[in-house]
T-cell receptor
Framework: KNQVEQSPQSLIILEGKNCTLQ??????????LRWYKQDTGRGPVSLTI?????NTKSNGRYTATLDADTKQSSLHITASQLSDSASYIC??????????????FGSGTRLSIRP | NAGVTQTPKFQVLKTGQSMTLQCAQD?????MSWYRQDPGMGLRLIHY???????DQGEVPNGYNVSRSTTEDFPLRLLSAAPSQTSVYFC???????????????FGPGTRLTVT
């Protein structure tokens, strides 16, 4: 069964600290993996997209890694800010084309940054 | 360039009422889709469209209808609202990003629907 599982379900850290969010998937065939940030009351916004051949990608203080062999991805946030408080969603697309019917969403990690 | 717009932002319906959630995009994307988001669950695909005049069912299509008469608009109709349809609804459009072969998906701000 094609699934995307994220951990932890929720996380609270102090402002300025680093954190890492995990994503494990069983989607096959794999096309690409995305991390989205969803602020409360808003739609998800893409942070990074990685294909099979990419194992790391950065977007400012966000760095995503991908291990296609173990089917694991992580999102590392450096020097967290209050504005990082949001849900982070891991999304995996089945190949070869990323049509809507072949996109599997994780349930997200809710991150809270405390001052 | 407004991206993906959705109206209304909030809606309360009584059981049995019908309504249409509006979605529009100005990026000339062929792919559009509707999702619902419930607490503790990932976004679930309701219906999607690969172009004007073409629609198909997603994972949870029952109780919803869609049509795609133009590239820009993709309305979602609730035929007879039920409490189980209380959720947040997101419309998305997808297109190939410049310089790559990957479809990028852009989401609207969502419609929060409560059915009593």
């Amino acid at each position: 069964k094609n699934q995307v599982e994220q951990s932890p379900q929720s996380l609270i850290i102090l402002e300025g600290k680093n954190c890492t969010l995990q994503c494990n998937y069983t989607v096959s065939p794999f096309s690409n993996l995305r991390w989205y940030k969803q602020d409360t009351g808003r739609g998800p916004v893409s942070l990074t997209i990685m294909t099979f051949s990419e194992n790391t990608k950065s977007n400012g203080r966000y760095t995503a890694t991908l291990d296609a062999d173990t089917k694991q991805s992580s999102l590392h946030i450096t020097a967290s800010q209050l504005s990082d408080s949001a849900s982070y969603i891991c999304v995996v697309s089945r190949g070869p084309y990323s049509s809507a019917s072949k996109i599997i969403f994780g349930s997200g990690t809710r991150l809270s940054i405390r001052p | 360039n407004a991206g993906v717009t959705q109206t209304p932002k909030f809606q309360v319906l009584k059981t049995g009422q019908s309504m249409t959630l509006q979605c529009a995009q100005d990026m000339n994307h062929e792919y559009m889709s509707w999702y619902r988001q419930d607490p503790g669950m990932g976004l679930r695909l309701i219906h999607y469209s690969v172009g004007a005049g073409i629609t198909d069912q997603g994972e949870v299509p029952n109780g919803y209808n869609v049509s795609r008469s133009t590239t820009e608009d993709f309305p979602l109709r609730l035929l007879s609202a039920a409490p189980s349809q209380t959720s947040v609804y997101f419309c998305a459009s997808s297109g190939i990003t410049r310089g790559s072969l990957i479809y990028e998906q852009y989401f609207g701000p969502g419609t929060r629907l409560t059915v009593t």
